[in-house]
C-alpha cells in the first residue's frame, strides 16, 4: 500500500529561515512527518541550514557555496530523493493535515496522471488562482496592465466571468472561472510549482527542470514538457496548502524582477513562435516605459525615494527588452 514513506519532499531556500521553520513545522504536524524531507539552501546568509540541522533533525539539509536558482537547486533535491513521489514545495507554504495524502491517493488511483496540486490559500484565506490555460501574449498582456491583481479574490473573478466572460478570451476566462467552487478534481493545463506531487516516472521521461532559467517560469515550462509527453496535470481542491504569494522570492517587486523577464523572453522563445516572443518583448517594453514614465512624473512632486528606485529597476527591465 502507498502512503506517505513514498514521498520526497523537496523544499528550495534562500533566506526565508522563518517561513522555512514555519513550513517544517506544518509538515512535522502533518501525516508529511513520514515523507524524506530534503531542504536544499541557496547559500543563505540568515542562518536557515544551520536551524534546520539544529531543530529538524531528521530533514537532510542540502546546502550550495552559491546561489544557484531555482531550478538547479530543486533539482539536486530531486535526484538526491529516494522515494518513488516527489512532492516540489515551497518555503513559503503551510501544509494543511490530511493534503499529502488526498494527493497521493489521487495519484494512486489515476495512472494517467503524472502530476497533481492543491488547492492554494492566501495568507487572508482567500483562494489563489493558481491554475491557468497555456501562458499566451493574451494572459500575459492580462497580467502585464495589472488586471490580475483587481480580480485576486474569488467574488472578483466569479463576478467578472459571470457577467463579461463573453467579452474575453479562453485563456482569461480560464483565469477568472470560479473552479475554487468545485470540489470535484480538474483536469488543468498550467499550475503554480508552489506545491506540485509528481510520480518518479514524470522525471525519467520528461528529465528535471530546465536549468537555463533561474528563476520564475520553471513551473509553467514544467507543466508544458509534462503534458507534451502524455502525462496528465490534475487539480485536486480537497488538498489544502496555505502559500504565503512571493515570500520566499525575498519581498522584491516581482513585477520589475530582472530574472522574471528573463525568464518570460526565455520562456516564450523555447514555446512559442518567433512573432509572439516579438509581441511579448513589445508588451513588456511599453508597459514598462509607461511605468518609468508614471514614476518620473510622480518623482518629480515628491522627494520619497521609491520612485527614484523605481526608475532605476524599470530602466534595467526595459534594457533587457533589447537584450
Known amino acids: 500500500m502507498t502512503t506517505c514513506a ?114 492554494l490559500f492566501n495568507a487572508d484565506g482567500s483562494i489563489q488562482a493558481s491554475i491557468s490555460k497555456r501562458p499566451g501574449p493574451v494572459l500575459l498582456m492580462f497580467r502585464l496592465l495589472g488586471f490580475s491583481r483587481l480580480v485576486s479574490g474569488d467574488r472578483a473573478r466569479r463576478w467578472l466571468g459571470r457577467y463579461f466572460g463573453f467579452l474575453l478570451g479562453r485563456t482569461v476566462r480560464s483565469y477568472l472561472a470560479p473552479y475554487v467552487t468545485r470540489e470535484a478534481p480538474i483536469e488543468i493545463e498550467n499550475t503554480s510549482g508552489a506545491c506540485l506531487l509528481l510520480r518518479r516516472e514524470v522525471l525519467d521521461t520528461v528529465g528535471m527542470l530546465d536549468e537555463q532559467i533561474f528563476m520564475y517560469f520553471e513551473d509553467m515550462d514544467y507543466c508544458m514538457r509534462i503534458r507534451q509527453a502524455g502525462w496528465k496535470l490534475y487539480y485536486l481542491p480537497q488538498a489544502e496548502v496555505v502559500h504565503l504569494v512571493g515570500a520566499s522570492s525575498g519581498g522584491r517587486m516581482r513585477g520589475y524582477s530582472l530574472q522574471s523577464y528573463r525568464a518570460l523572453f526565455y520562456f516564450y522563445r523555447k514555446h512559442f513562435s518567433f512573432p509572439i516572443l516579438l509581441a511579448a518583448r513589445a508588451m513588456v517594453l511599453a508597459t514598462s516605459t509607461l511605468r518609468w514614465l508614471g514614476n518620473w512624473i510622480a518623482g518629480a512632486f515628491s522627494q520619497n525615494a521609491v520612485y527614484r528606485q523605481n526608475r532605476s529597476d524599470l530602466k534595467q527591465v526595459i534594457l533587457v527588452c533589447f537584450d
Not at 514555519?22 to 512535522?28: A, P
Not at 515523507?35 to 539552501?41: G, H, L, R, Y
Not at 531543530?55 to 537532510?60: E, Q
Not at 533539482?75 to 518555503?91: E, H, P, T, V
Open 6 to 119: 513514498d514521498i520526497s519532499i523537496v523544499i528550495v531556500n534562500y533566506n526565508t529561515l522563518s517561513l522555512l521553520r514555519d513550513c517544517l513545522t506544518s509538515l512535522m504536524a502533518s501525516e508529511a512527518k513520514l515523507c524524506e524531507i530534503i531542504v536544499v539552501d541557496n547559500a543563505s546568509a540568515d542562518g536557515s541550514a544551520d536551524m534546520v540541522r539544529s531543530d529538524f533533525p531528521a530533514v537532510v539539509v542540502l546546502q550550495n557555496d552559491h546561489n544557484a536558482g531555482f531550478p538547479r537547486a530543486n533539482n539536486w533535491g530531486m535526484r538526491m530523493a529516494k522515494n518513488k513521489f516527489i512532492l516540489m514545495l515551497n518555503s513559503d507554504t503551510l501544509v494543511r493535515p490530511e493534503a499529502l495524502n488526498r494527493m497521493l491517493s489521487f495519484l494512486d488511483s489515476h495512472p494517467e496522471v503524472g502530476g497533481v496540486t492543491c488547492r
